[in-house]
């Protein structure tokens, strides 16, 4: 029998990369109280426990095979200010953007406002 795969430690959220886009966008409840996705890693819906991560995990294999998105995976999170900080550095790098123009990309702001959504 086969073990089943390793979980990241929790809390943790949903990452992916849109597919249409390539944009990282992470899980979030929306205004119907569905899954959904959003480009602003403040709103990303944390799992603290198992079943809401297995919950993540099955949004992540229907929006895989839905052709949604790519590269889904739990990523383990610490609460900063009360939004989730991604504990690893190149996670935490995929919530910021363009490393070479501070400028630019999300650390700047562009094209994040507060409840946009995928």
Do not use: C
């Amino acid at each position: 029998m086969a073990a089943a795969p390793k979980r990241v430690p929790l809390p943790a959220i949903l990452l992916a990369n849109d597919l249409l886009d390539g944009d990282v966008v992470f899980a979030v409840t929306d205004a119907n109280g569905q899954l959904a996705w959003t480009r602003d890693p403040a709103l990303a819906l944390v799992a603290s426990d198992d079943p809401a991560a297995e919950s993540l995990e099955a949004f992540a294999a229907a929006e895989l095979a839905g052709n949604r998105v790519v590269d889904a995976y739990l990523v383990d999170v610490a609460m900063e200010t009360g939004q989730p900080v991604p504990r690893h550095f190149r996670e935490r790098f995929k919530t910021l953007g363009p490393s070479n123009r501070p400028d630019l990309g999300k650390q700047a702001g562009d094209g994040i406002s507060a409840g946009q959504r995928v």
